[in-house]
T-cell receptor, first 115, second 115 residues
Framework: AQSVAQPEDQVNVAEGNPLTVKCTYS??????LFWYVQYPNRGLQFLLK??????LVKGSYGFEAEFNKSQTSFHLKKPSALVSDSALYFC?????????????FGPGTRLSVLP | ETGVTQTPRHLVMGMTNKKSLKCEQH?????MYWYKQSAKKPLELMFV???????ENNSVPSRFSPECPNSSHLFLHLHTLQPEDSALYLC??????????????FGPGTRLTVT
């Protein structure tokens, strides 16, 4: 069975500072990993994904994430946070070796960027 | 943002009513999903339609009934709901192929309130 943990319910960061939103996962096969962002009263919006290749993945709006196989982590990062980055962030995993397995989403982390 | 549309955006219904949620995707995808998002709970996968056939329903109560007449349209028929069914219902779509994983694209959701 696959699972995703986002250990922090809330992350607060000052505008201009670097931000990190943490994600760890468990999957029996090859991990396919995703980050989504949700703004108030909106659906989830795709940010980036790791399927294979370079462990550092770059995505939309200046976000990037680093895949770490040994630590089973896929933390989301941004060098300089903006107030407009304040939103709910979801990590998701899918088992790449079991076609037909669906996405499993983490509980979400609320990011607040303070001006 | 307009790749997956959902109507209505807001719905208030009594426990004895019958209503339907509609989802349409304009992305040429072959798989569609219904998710339930409740406050302080992880995203719950309700139904999956792959190539118009239902492949998973995750033990959803029978008061929720999905319909997928073609690969672009997905409905969720609701009847005799309970107050605990109040939530944001999200539709998503993706392109599925053997051994290839693509990200899901989400609609804006329908905010359902059961009174």
């Amino acid at each position: 069975a696959q699972s995703v943990a986002q250990p922090e319910d809330q992350v607060n960061v000052a505008e201009g500072n670097p931000l990190t939103v943490k994600c760890t996962y468990s999957v029996s096969g090859n991990p396919y990993l995703f980050w989504y962002v949700q703004y108030p009263n909106r659906g989830l919006q795709f940010l980036l994904k790791y399927i294979t290749g370079d462990n550092l993945v770059k995505g939309s709006y200046g976000f990037e994430a680093e895949f770490n196989k040994s630590q089973t982590s896929f933390h989301l990062k941004k060098p300089s946070a903006l107030v407009s980055d304040s939103a709910l962030y979801f990590c998701a995993v899918r088992d790449g070796d079991n076609y037909g397995q669906n996405f499993v989403f983490g509980p979400g982390t609320r990011l607040s960027v303070l001006p | 943002e307009t790749g997956v549309t959902q109507t209505p955006r807001h719905l208030v219904m009594g426990m004895t009513n019958k209503k339907s949620l509609k989802c349409e995707q304009h992305l040429g995808h072959n798989a569609m999903y219904w998710y339930k998002q409740s406050a302080k709970k992880p995203l719950e996968l309700m139904f999956v339609y792959n190539f118009k056939e239902q492949t998973e329903n995750n033990s959803v109560p029978s008061r929720f009934s999905p319909e997928c007449p073609n690969s672009s349209h997905l409905f969720l028929h609701l009847h005799t709901l309970q107050p605990e069914d109040s939530a944001l219902y999200l539709c998503a779509s993706s392109q599925e192929a053997s051994k290839v994983t693509y990200e899901q694209y989400f609609g804006p959701g329908t905010r359902l309130t059961v009174t």
